[in-house]
């Protein structure tokens, strides 16, 4: 008789063993100072609150590095970029409008300001 398979739970292992080698390269330090640089007049005005305001944009950060990493191996492998980047749309777009939300709910502003945010996501 053969072993039994779950071919989720291996697919969960590689997963795993790839975001272990890919968060190698990144450093925690970087990140912040990024967050810092890029959403300092946003960050300013909740003071009180900035330590998790800063921990939720470093995970959104690890993760959109993440998501980049785990479809920049397609290109790797010899994909054109155009369809990595088609293939990527998807997911990057829902990552992207769900940090949009984490923002609205820390920051009460009128439509312009709105915009600007997304367009500097």
Known sequence: MGVVMNFHEKYRHKK????RKALQDLSFQKIENVINETFEPYL??????????????VDYGIEAFLLGSSYGRFGFYGEAIEGVYQRSEKPFKMLLDDFYDFWLFWYTIDT??????????
């Open 44 to 57: 300013k005005p909740m003071a009180a609150y900035l330590q998790t305001v800063t921990e939720m944009c």
């Open 112 to 121: 312009m300001q709105n915009e600007d945010i997304y367009r500097g996501l």
């Open 16 to 19: 795993l063993d790839f975001e």
